[in-house]
């Protein structure tokens, strides 16, 4: 029985996570989603509300559950007994990121495999930076995230046009503006 763990901080999730966690759903027996407790990065999100946003954007997948967890991500792979860690993959700088983590951990757990999997194109741009960014000044991320995230993140900033997926009116957004 192959188990897959899929770590990472989800702050929040979104649809490029989720089209990564159903992929390795469909790929391995188990795959177990881990939020990332205490990143050395500032967040938006409680790990109590990732984990409820995670937990409600993935509840159709049967053979996924989600954990929370501290400390190095290796070592929660070696306590959940996996076989391999998944990453997704939009860019060669993502690459490049996750080979250099990927032999680190081979060199701390041998026995632990990484499997990258490659975004869906419609989500190569997308990042929970630019997501929340974009949130933050109230544009239109409808397509980015499910309704409950874009709810959370209306919430968070205060941006009740996020909730109804109403673009904001931006008068210049059809004009070339040419500044000598």
């Known amino acids: 029985m192959a188990r897959a763990l899929y770590p990472g901080t989800f702050d929040p999730i979104h649809n490029g996570h989720i089209d990564i966690a159903v992929r390795a759903g469909a790929l391995f027996d188990e795959v177990i989603m881990a939020i990332y407790d205490a990143p050395p990065k500032k967040l938006l999100f409680t790990t109590d509300e990732r984990l409820a946003l995670a937990e409600q954007a993935l509840a159709h997948i049967p053979t996924l ?40 951990n081979n060199h701390l757990a041998p026995a632990i495999d990484l499997c990258c999997l490659f975004c869906n194109h419609a989500y190569a741009y997308l990042s929970a930076t630019i997501l929340k960014e974009v949130a933050s000044l109230g544009g239109n991320c409808a397509a980015w995230a499910p309704p ?33």
């Open 65 to 104: 559950r989600i954990i929370t967890y501290t400390g190095l991500t290796i070592e929660c792979a070696r306590e959940q007994k996996v076989d391999l860690i998944v990453r997704g993959l939009r860019n060669v700088a993502d690459f490049d990121y996750e080979q250099q983590i990927g032999w680190a």
């Open 148 to 180: 409950h995230v874009l709810d959370a993140l209306a919430v968070k900033f205060n941006r009740p046009e996020l909730r109804s997926g109403n673009e904001v009116f931006l008068p210049h957004a059809n004009k070339l503006v040419h500044r000598d």
